[in-house]
C-alpha cells in the first residue's frame, strides 16, 4: 500500500504560482511513476505532469511552459510548481503514484483545491 497526501492548494489570481506537494509513505519502493491530475467541475480527471523514478517527465500541452514537476527522493515527495496559472487552472489536482510490475496499481491522494480567480 501507498499512502498519498497533497498540500499546497489554495486562492491564487490570474498570472501568480502555487507549489503543490505530494508526500508518499508506505510502500514506496514500488512506485514507478509519481504525477499530478487535475478534475475541474464537471469534467474528467486529466493528466498534468507525471515524473518517472527515472527522472523522465511528461506534461499535458495545456501546462508546457508553466508547470514544473520535480521530485526529492530523500523526502518522498513530488512537486509541482504552477507559474502563470489561468482560471482554466482551476481544479482539484490529485497525487498520482502508479506501481511497475506485471499487475500495474494506481494509488490516489484525496485531492487539493486549486483556485485561480480575481
Known amino acids: 500500500q501507498v499512502q498519498l497526501v497533497e498540500s499546497g492548494g489554495g486562492l491564487v489570481q490570474p498570472g501568480g504560482s502555487l507549489r503543490l506537494s505530494c508526500a508518499a509513505s508506505g510502500s514506496i519502493f514500488s512506485i514507478y511513476t509519481m504525477g499530478w491530475y487535475r478534475q475541474a467541475p464537471g469534467k474528467q480527471r486529466d493528466m498534468v505532469a507525471t515524473l518517472t523514478s527515472g527522472g523522465s517527465t511528461n506534461y499535458a500541452d495545456s501546462v508546457k511552459g508553466r508547470f514544473t514537476i520535480s521530485g526529492d527522493n530523500a523526502k518522498n515527495t513530488v512537486y509541482l510548481q504552477m507559474n502563470s496559472l489561468k482560471p482554466e487552472d482551476t481544479a482539484v489536482y490529485y497525487c498520482?503514484?502508479?506501481?511497475?510490475?506485471?499487475?500495474?496499481?494506481?494509488?490516489w491522494g484525496k485531492g487539493t483545491l486549486v483556485t485561480v480567480s480575481s
Open positions: 498520482n503514484a502508479r506501481t511497475s510490475g506485471p499487475v500495474v496499481i494506481h494509488y
